[in-house]
């Protein structure tokens, strides 16, 4: 079994930028990985993914904003987050979808 840890939230003023990292137990190569979120009383989504070769795929609310990326060398998932808004304030989590493994998240908080 593979575990996740996630790093890199905090709080950040609208506009601003954080990295957060995943670093992961083993390899994670062959994964397609992902990052997601949730906000207070609101259901987990999906922000973004990469898959083993590359590919990646966001939601619409984040595109050309955030911009994930991975270093299978090290075993870690990064999510670049630009243009940081109050609404992307939520508990971040990083993700493995087969088989399906979860961090324990990182909090996000961005003020106005």
């Known amino acids: 079994q593979v575990q996740l840890v996630e790093s890199g939230g905090g709080l950040m003023q609208a506009g601003g930028s954080l990295r957060l990292s995943c670093a992961a137990s083993?390899?994670?190569?062959?994964?397609?990985m992902g990052w997601y979120r949730q906000a207070p009383e609101k259901q987990r989504e999906v922000v973004a993914m990469?898959?083993?070769?590359?590919?990646?795929n966001y939601a619409d609310n984040v595109k050309a904003r955030f911009t994930i990326s991975r270093d299978n060398t090290k075993n870690m998932v990064f999510l670049q987050m630009n243009s940081l808004k109050p609404e992307d304030t939520a508990v971040y989590y990083c993700n493995s979808d087969n088989p399906v493994y979860w961090g324990r998240g990182t909090q996000v908080t961005v003020s106005p």
């Open positions: 990469i898959s083993s070769g590359g590919t990646t």
């Open positions: 083993g390899s994670i190569s062959v994964y397609t």
